[in-house]
């Protein structure tokens, strides 16, 4: 699959390696695979993907979703069972009280939309 010449620099050989803990971005939210398989570039570290293997990181990106998306659905009664104030709770899981109301708002008719604004 690599062993190619790198389209980067022309020079060097494209070869595969394992990598733990590979930051990446998936529709633009940070997201670490546990065990990423990567073509680099032996002569100027450029990295190369397949299609296969990105594939593979958006499928585990939508699991990891779809267990926090259970977290915030069972957000208020966690925190309440551990009876914590929201203001406590929000400094424990290293959010804000704000963000902590809004995902606890049951009147919300869909999700809060994480927007970029310039």
């Not at 570039?41 to 450029?46: G, L, R, T």
């Not at 939508?62 to 709770?89: A, G, H, P, V």
Request: charged share 35%; aromatic share 12%.
């Amino acid at each position: 699959m690599y062993d190619y010449i790198c389209q980067e620099c022309g020079q060097g050989t494209v070869r595969e390696q394992r990598i733990k803990s590979y930051k990446v971005k998936i529709k633009r939210y940070p997201f670490v695979v546990p065990e990423a398989t990567v073509g680099v570039c032996d002569k100027c570290k450029a990295e190369h993907f397949t299609a296969d293997e990105t594939k593979r990181w958006e499928d585990l990106f939508y699991e990891s979703l779809k267990k926090s998306r259970f977290f915030l659905q069972n957000i208020e009664r966690i925190r309440k069972d551990l009876r914590l104030t929201m203001d406590n709770f929000a400094l424990l899981i290293g959010s804000n009280r704000q963000s902590l109301y809004d995902w606890e708002d049951h009147s919300r008719s869909r999700p809060q939309s994480r927007m970029l604004t310039s």
